[in-house]
């Protein structure tokens, strides 16, 4: 392909992208295709000779496609929707364009620059304090491993990456038990191990956990020989939102003098709107490392996930690594690569200065507040259903509940209403239980899409009975 070609292919395919995002609302939110489908209906060798571009878009639209579930629905109301806003598609399209690797300041100095711009825009616009700086990482699970690598090694004296953890005792390290399963991850990766990611169980209509409770975990641990590394809160937790309260975990953590990391993946973008912060964001500049994922609700495109830190120099001395051929003369200059564990870089922040200039701050409040708001109304009809039952009121954007039955009942509910197609949930667990989750974050979803979904549950439920 030639570049006249490649121009040309280039405007066929905008075409297609505004009337596939135009058009989603009529398609079905989850790929209605079995298992293997699609394998079923590709070559099983590589072709030898060059095929028409024409011919592979056709295949794309008629083999692809169908197998695609579309995070971009109005009504896709599962997991977090990966959000993709028209300007960070954009800038997406101009990075994969110019396709710079970015590991270094000299390699591409505007992408260093504008990222440690758009990492304190951010800062302002969540409240945080002017302490903290930051770095985009690709994702959240990748922030917190590189928080609980540096917990390992402040607890080691920056002597785990030298000479290993035989013999260091047993590293701890401190959570609720509504983290996301990338904490857990996280501690098989680091060599912490399963068993010492200790779990406290979570209370409260917020569901955090109990700060008394978390002190007498870590007292049990000194007295047992153990050591003690981190602690890890959260705000808005994956299965029904749980949030901690920051300021009790502070305040342990500072005792014991542990490392503090707080994700705040999902629900740390509608800090942006300042009349959440009394309930859930107090006392957070107190934490060592923070992360959140404007690729979430913010609505920048996948991958964009930002991990602030109050202090970058325990993460530095955990993940830098500076061979000669990395080195930089001249002027210091902030090279990313070296605050976290990949050293390739993407230039994520373009997509993140094309978001927030053509928004700005108040269009992107205004839909975090519908969306909660809209929450909340639907979690009001449904608790009306008969028979239904609310299992955690919302907490922002997010609810749960369960139909009238066992855990099969919900399970069956669940697949009924995904294969009907009209709109995508997906279940969780909580207290035992399994529950029905529901989310609202798709970036251009409406109120009529949110409530559409209690007319949607209700038939589906009278028509499985």
Excluded at 116 to 139: E, N
Excluded at 211 to 222: E, F, S, V
Excluded at 230 to 258: E, F, M, R, Y
Excluded at 346 to 356: D, E, M, P, Q, T
């Amino acid at each position: 392909m030639n570049w006249d070609e490649f121009a040309d292919w280039s405007k066929h395919i905008a075409d297609w992208g505004a009337h596939y995002h135009k058009t989603l609302g009529d398609r079905p939110v989850r790929a209605q295709t079995k298992p293997g489908e699609v394998a079923s209906r590709l070559p099983a060798s590589p072709p030898d000779k060059p095929e028409d571009m024409a011919a592979i878009l056709q295949d794309f639209d008629d083999i692809v496609m169908p197998g695609m579930t579309h995070w971009q629905h109005p009504r896709f109301f599962a997991y977090f929707p990966a959000n993709a806003t028209p300007p960070s598609m954009l800038a997406e399209q101009l990075v994969n364009t110019v396709a710079a690797q970015c590991m270094l300041w000299q390699t591409s100095p505007a992408a260093t620059e504008v990222e440690g711009l758009m990492v304190d825009w951010m800062r302002q616009a969540l409240g945080l304090a002017d302490h903290f700086t930051g770095v985009i990482q690709d994702s959240a699970s990748s922030s917190t491993l590189s928080a609980v690598l540096t917990m390992r090694e402040r607890a080691t004296g920056y002597t785990g990456n030298r000479e290993g953890l035989s013999g260091k005792g047993h590293l701890r390290v401190y959570c609720s038990d509504q983290v996301h399963t990338s904490i857990d991850r996280a501690a098989w990766v680091a060599g912490i191990g399963q068993d010492n990611l200790v779990k406290i169980a979570g209370q409260g209509p917020l569901h955090g956990m109990d700060a008394a409770a978390l002190d007498a975990a870590i007292n049990a641990d000194i007295a047992a020989g153990h050591i003690p590394a981190g602690i890890i809160a959260i705000t808005g937790g994956t299965g029904v939102g749980a949030c901690d309260n920051l300021g009790p975990i502070l305040k342990v953590a500072k005792a014991h003098d542990l490392y503090t990391h707080l994700d705040a993946a999902w629900a740390g973008s509608a800090m942006i709107c300042p009349e959440l912060h009394a309930q859930f964001w107090a006392d957070v500049d107190g934490f060592d490392s923070i992360v959140f994922n404007p690729h979430k609700w913010l609505g920048a495109q996948f991958d964009c996930s930002i991990q602030f830190l109050r202090d970058a120099t325990p993460q530095l001395n955990t993940l830098k690594i500076e061979p000669e051929y990395l080195k930089t003369s001249g002027e210091a200059v902030t090279n990313y690569s070296e605050w976290t564990i990949p050293l390739g870089r993407r230039f994520r922040a373009l997509k993140l200065w094309f978001l927030i200039r053509s928004y700005g701050l108040e269009e992107l409040q205004t839909r975090i507040r519908n969306h909660i708001a809209w929450a909340e109304e639907l979690c009001e009809a449904i608790r009306e259903l008969d028979g239904f039952e609310i299992t955690t009121e919302p907490i922002f954007s997010l609810f749960s509940f369960r139909c009238p039955g066992d855990d099969d009942a919900q399970q069956r509910l669940v697949d009924a209403i995904n294969d009907d197609g009209r709109i995508y949930l997906t279940q969780g667990a909580f207290q035992g239980r399994k529950v029905i989750r529901f989310q609202v974050g798709q970036f251009d979803t409406t109120r009529k899409d949110v409530m559409m979904a209690h007319a949607v549950i209700l038939e589906v439920w009278e028509q499985i009975q």
